[in-house]
Nanobody, 123 residues
């Protein structure tokens, strides 16, 4: 069974940092892309960042503005989202997702989703 588990969320002050982790298991191949998405109350789910298997392709949402960085450690079957200079507007449930092949910023093409982790940024 393919499973993804997001963790690392919490409560931080504006300007602080968090590193989210996405642990993957159950894949028969490591040739998969990882995407991070978030959803705040009253808003639609939105793309945050994505990364290819070999880490040569990364994409970021425009609102990240250089504050976030996505990476992965294939030996550990784990992807990360380093979030710096957090703002109250970043408050949301962050979820990781996986798909075969190249990454995408379109949520519906991802086949597997993990349970989200809540990030709350106070002002």
């Amino acid at each position: 069974e393919v499973q993804l588990q997001a963790s690392g969320g919490g409560l931080v002050q504006a300007g602080g940092s968090l590193r989210l982790s996405c642990a993957a298991s159950g894949f028969t191949s490591d040739d998969y892309a990882i995407g991070w998405f978030r959803q705040a109350p009253g808003k639609e789910r939105e793309f945050v960042a994505s990364i290819s298997r070999s880490q040569d392709i990364t994409n970021y949402a425009t609102f990240v503005k250089g504050r976030f960085s996505i990476s992965r450690d294939n030996a550990k079957n784990t992807a990360y989202l380093q979030m710096n200079s957090l703002e109250p507007e970043d408050t949301a449930v962050y979820s990781c997702a996986a798909k075969d092949g190249l990454p995408s910023d379109y949520d519906l093409v991802y086949d597997f989703w993990g349970q989200g982790t809540l990030v709350t940024v106070s002002s």
